[in-house]
């Protein structure tokens, strides 16, 4: 424990969805401690990461001046630069010649091409102001809605899902809403690896009597306090859930009170369910037609039930019926809008629910409004005094395809690292050397700052202030605990910088200013003024006046909808876009390690972090390991139809025999160079869940 320290801050964790209250102590400039605070999320916890992963804001690795690319330096494409000395790449700037040479680009582009030939990645990791004035300047300024980020590549057919079932986009109740609940299940989800903090109230609740239903086709550290763990087979999750849903209307469980009131759909629902008996999908998914039976009437039995998913749902190519299975399952047993009920999509970065609500995405303005619908669009062009666009922009794998077509010329990417974090890397580090003109706004000279023609130093978490909206709907506050590296600068000051030198002529003083233009054009922040957020720390929305409190359950009495009901979609059954064969007879699925978070660009500089998973990993079953004469700790190669990438092998027993399981954080053993960029039709999100894969000798 650290003794000595100058001041500590109040702030939030800059990791996951989960939001947890920080304190950080700070001497000298440097942070040295910090600790949970009682915040409503986590009630003074914090996982590994929110403890020690703070040191990447004082890396020597930060970038400190403006960056411009040498004109003789080669485009990154698929080049390993590691171990490159970047001033053979770039050479240092000013502020003044590296602005007008980032903002001058982007500007040549719009005036020769028009705004489609640009598009802008912002970042979750951003605050809810930044969010919000990146989509207004790629919109105001580019005049397109060209403009996406992570959530895209996470929940982005959840969101699909939710928005046509349901009608909003956000979580319905709190994960602390487990501890009231009778019945959780956790499916396509790690919260002990993923959302830690929020797996203790899980493990509460499984310790207070709630039945915890654990589905994954993986093993998991949650299964130890379920009382059903299904490791159905990955990619049947349809047959599963609609197994489910059959054996619930079969058996008559469900509500036909709350879905006569409530719900629209229900026929073409038990139509369509009745071939997908239990005994029928035992096969297809893996589990005993039994066990299936005892979990459906054991969700639809309880009193109060929810669900919580991850990632393991969404990113699929029938990501969105996945979720539209779990909304049938809630709206038929009217496990939704009550205390203990609900569905809860664990968001996985600090603030990708807040990015999306500020309208970072390309289908909507803020609050999730159709850039499309011409009276919201008019609303908007009064407000930012601007003509806009009226088609619907492209999301980030289109905007990587667009790039190869010759459509998109140029980027501004903010906090966001794309030659990572893309499906078929490869492709998409392609598309970004092919660029003519990419200002990239970030902290570290990032895989995809490589490719950049202007870097922008920026600012870390730690360094600003701003709010951030966790998975709970709660919105926050970050402080700034440490002073900007160098000549770094604030990011909201980047943007408006930018902004005026492509004539957008904005003033705003102060990060408040930001916020309360926001809240003006956004009902969901209706009475969270940034006074309150600053008095209270933490305020859900939607809040029904200044001072009560935000309603943490919401769709207690009808839906967002257009006729204020619940509406089933029933599924069908769609095989994964590319299953195994002779020739690749793996399935491949990637996801996140405990101490590593998203691309690794901040945990792998993260000293306590990256000494405990220090190297990249490719993990498989002990006895498929056996069966292939291959040894834990060796060096393998994992291929795909789009790439081989070496690794060193780990036994696992929570991956199943036919799996490998690769984290994405590892420059030096990128997963992404082999996962599959095929699309949800309707989330666009793509397949990082499955693809066919083979080992091969290294
Ligand atoms: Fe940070 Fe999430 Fe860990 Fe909380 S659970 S400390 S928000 S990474």
């Not at 029928?280 to 309880?302: F, P």
């Not at 029938?318 to 609900?342: F, M």
């Not at 140029?410 to 492709?427: K, L, T």
């Not at 202007?454 to 966790?470: M, Q, R």
């Amino acid at each position: 424990v650290v003794q000595e320290f100058d001041t500590v801050v109040d702030s939030v964790c800059p990791f996951c969805g989960v939001g947890c209250q920080t304190k950080v102590a700070v001497k000298d400039n440097r942070i040295v401690q910090i600790d949970g605070r009682d915040g409503p999320a986590n009630e003074s916890r914090l996982c590994v990461k929110g403890r020690f992963g703070y040191d990447y804001a004082m890396s020597p690795e930060r970038l400190t001046k403006p960056l411009i690319r040498r004109d003789d330096a080669p485009k990154a494409g698929d080049i390993d630069l590691r171990g490159v000395d970047p001033l053979t790449i770039f050479r240092e700037a000013t502020w003044e010649e590296a602005l007008e040479r980032a903002a001058g680009g982007l500007k040549r582009i719009r005036d020769e091409h028009g705004g489609q030939g640009l598009a802008g990645f912002g970042s979750a990791k951003g605050s809810n102001e930044e969010a919000y004035l990146f989509q207004k300047f790629v919109r105001q300024g580019f005049g397109t809605n060209n403009v996406d980020h992570c959530t895209r590549l996470c929940h982005a057919s959840s969101v699909a899902a939710l928005m046509e079932g349901v009608g909003s986009g956000a979580v319905s109740a709190p994960f602390m809403d487990a501890l009231k609940a009778d019945c959780v299940i956790i499916i396509g989800a790690r919260p002990a690896t993923n959302h830690p903090v929020a797996a203790t109230y899980f493990k509460q609740a499984a310790k207070r009597g709630t039945k915890l239903i654990v589905m994954d086709p993986r093993g998991q550290e949650m299964m130890r306090h379920a009382a059903y763990s299904l490791r159905f087979q990955p990619g049947s999750d349809v047959a599963m859930l609609n197994a489910l849903l059959h054996v619930i209307i079969d058996e008559k469980l469900y509500d036909e009170q709350y879905i006569q009131a409530n719900v629209s759909g229900f026929r073409a629902l038990e139509a369509k369910v009745r071939d997908f008996s239990p005994e029928a999908m035992a096969e297809v998914c893996g589990i005993e037609a039994d066990v299936l039976r005892q979990v459906a009437r054991t969700y639809a039995k309880a009193e109060r039930s929810m669900i919580f998913w991850g990632m393991g749902v969404s990113q699929h190519t029938h990501g969105t019926d996945n979720s539209r299975c779990l909304i049938a399952l809630a709206l038929i047993t009217g496990h939704v809008g009550r205390a203990g009920t609900g569905l809860h999509p664990l968001r996985g970065q600090n603030n990708v629910q807040g990015a999306s609500d500020a309208g970072l995405i390309p289908m909507y303005f803020p609050d999730y409004k159709s850039v499309e619908n011409i009276d919201i669009r008019g609303q908007y062009e009064n407000f930012w005094g601007q003509t806009l666009d009226p088609k619907r922009g492209l999301t980030v794998v289109e905007i990587v395809d667009a790039i190869h077509d010759g459509e998109i010329r140029g980027m501004y990417i903010m906090g966001e690292n794309p030659a990572m974090s893309d499906p078929d890397q490869s492709h998409a580090r392609a598309a970004l050397a092919k660029l003519e003109h990419l200002v990239v706004q970030d902290i570290f000279l990032t895989e995809t700052a490589w490719h950049a023609d202007v870097v922008l130093p920026a600012s870390a978490h730690a360094e600003k202030l701003g709010t951030y909206t966790n998975t709970n709907r709660q919105v926050q506050i970050g402080r700034p605990a440490l002073d900007l590296p160098g000549e770094a600068r604030q990011d909201l000051d980047l943007i408006v910088e930018l902004a005026n030198r492509m004539g957008l002529g904005w003033n705003y003083g102060h990060v408040s200013e930001v916020y309360t233009e926001m809240a003006q054009v956004m009902p969901s922040l209706k009475h969270i003024s940034w006074e309150r957020i600053e008095r209270e720390e933490s305020v859900v929305y939607p809040a029904d006046g200044p001072d009560v409190p935000g309603n943490e359950v919401v769709f207690t009495s009808g839906f967002p909808t257009t006729d204020g009901r619940g509406r089933i979609v029933p599924t069908d059954l769609l095989p994964p876009d590319e299953v195994p064969d002779d020739e690749y007879p793996l399935v491949l699925t990637t996801g996140r390690l405990l101490e590593h978070w998203h691309t690794g660009a901040m945990t792998r500089r993260a000293g306590v972090l990256n000494a405990i998973e220090p190297y990249g990993i490719a993990a498989m079953n002990p006895y498929e390991i056996k069966r292939r004469g291959l040894s834990q700790g060796e060096v393998i190669a994992v291929e795909t139809r789009r790439g081989t990438v070496e690794a060193i092998l780990r036994a696992d027993r929570e991956v199943a025999d036919g799996m490998v399981f690769m984290p994405f954080c590892f420059n030096e053993s990128p997963a992404n160079k082999l996962t599959n960029p095929m699309l949800d039709p309707y989330g666009k999100i793509p397949e990082f869940k499955y693809c066919a894969a083979q080992i091969v000798p290294a």
